[in-house]
C-alpha cells in the first residue's frame, strides 16, 4: 500500500518540478516554452542559429510526419529565440502550430531566428545567406532526429521571410512539396526551378513595403513559365496580409495536399488563377 501511494504521487512531483525549477533560477516557463522547443544550431566556427521545434502531440516514431519550414519576417530579427514566435510573427507561428491545424494535419515547424541587422537573403543577387544555409543544415539535424516525411516538406515566410523562401526554392531546388510567400519580392534567377514547386502568393494592393505593381509583374512571369501557382490580393490591405491570409479557409486543404512528385493534376487548387478579395 505504501509503495502504490508513492508510485502515485510520481507524476504530481514531477509536474512541480517542471514548474519550479525554473523558478528557481530565476526563468519563467511559458506556453511557448513548453509547445516549441528551444533548441540551436552550432556550425564548426561557432556561430549559433536559434531555432524554435514544434513536436506534433502525441510523437511517434514508427509514422512519419510532414514539416514546414517557417521564415520570420523582419521584427522576429534577434538571439533570443523568442522574437520569431511573437509580435508581427505571432499569427503564423501559432497558426501552423495551432489545435486547429495540428487535429487535421499534425506537423513539424521549424523556426529559425535570423540575427538583428541581418537578413534570410540578399534581395538584389538572390543568394542565401549564412543564416539560411545554417537553417537548411539545422533542417537536416531534425531530419535525422525525427521521423520526417521528405516527400511533404513545406516552406513559408512572410515579408523578410518570404524573400527567404524564393531565394530557398532556387538555392534548394526539388526539396519541397509546396510554398507560401506573403508580401514578398524577389529578382528570379531560376524561373524554371520555381515552376517546379505549387506556390500560393499572397499580397496586398495597398503595400508601402513591397510594391504590388512589382509582385503582379512576378505573377506575370511565372504564369509564362507556367508555374504551379495561386496568387490572392487583397483589396485595400497594406503589408500585413498574414491577417487575412491565415483566416483563408482553403489553405491548409491545399497544403495539406501537396506531397513533392505529385501529379499536377492531383493537388488542390492547381493553376487557379490570381483571385482578388
Given at each position: 500500500m ?38 540551436a544550431?552550432?556550425?564548426?566556427k561557432?556561430?549559433r ?18 514539416l ?57 543577387l ?12 539545422a533542417?537536416a539535424d ?20 518570404g ?28 524561373l524554371p ?5 505549387p506556390l500560393?502568393?499572397?499580397q ?20 509564362k ?18 491577417k ?9 486543404l ?11 493534376g ?12
Open positions: 505504501k509503495k502504490r501511494m508513492i508510485c502515485s504521487k510520481a507524476p504530481i512531483l514531477l509536474m512541480l518540478a517542471l514548474i519550479l525549477v525554473p523558478l528557481a533560477f530565476g526563468g519563467q516557463l511559458t506556453k511557448d516554452d513548453i509547445e516549441f522547443r528551444k533548441k544550431y552550432v556550425d564548426k561557432g556561430e542559429l536559434p531555432y524554435r521545434l514544434y513536436v506534433p502531440l502525441g510523437y511517434d516514431a514508427n509514422r512519419k510526419y510532414p514546414l519550414l517557417w521564415l520570420h519576417g523582419g521584427d522576429g530579427r534577434g538571439s533570443d529565440n523568442v522574437r520569431q514566435l511573437n509580435g508581427g510573427n505571432q499569427i503564423p507561428a501559432h497558426f501552423w502550430a495551432g489545435e486547429a491545424v495540428q487535429l487535421k494535419f499534425p506537423m513539424f515547424v521549424l523556426l529559425p531566428q535570423c540575427p538583428s541587422g541581418d537578413n534570410w537573403s540578399d534581395p538584389d538572390n543568394q542565401p545567406t549564412k543564416w539560411l544555409e545554417m537553417t537548411m543544415r533542417l531534425v531530419e535525422k532526429e525525427f521521423s520526417i516525411d521528405t516527400e511533404r516538406l513545406y516552406l513559408a515566410g512572410q515579408s523578410m521571410g524573400l527567404g523562401v524564393w531565394s530557398t526554392l532556387q538555392a534548394y531546388p526539388g526539396q519541397w512539396a509546396a510554398a507560401v510567400i506573403l508580401s514578398a519580392y524577389d529578382n528570379f534567377t531560376d526551378v520555381l515552376a517546379q514547386t500560393w502568393v499572397f496586398g494592393d495597398q503595400d508601402e513595403t513591397v510594391p504590388v505593381t512589382l509582385v503582379r509583374a512576378m505573377m506575370k512571369q511565372l504564369n513559365a507556367h508555374a504551379n501557382l495561386r496568387y490572392t490580393e487583397y483589396r485595400k490591405t497594406d503589408h500585413e496580409v498574414w487575412k491570409a491565415f483566416a483563408e479557409p482553403d489553405l491548409l491545399w497544403l495539406s495536399a501537396q506531397k513533392r512528385g505529385q501529379p499536377a492531383g493537388q488542390v487548387g492547381t493553376g487557379a488563377s490570381p483571385a482578388t478579395h
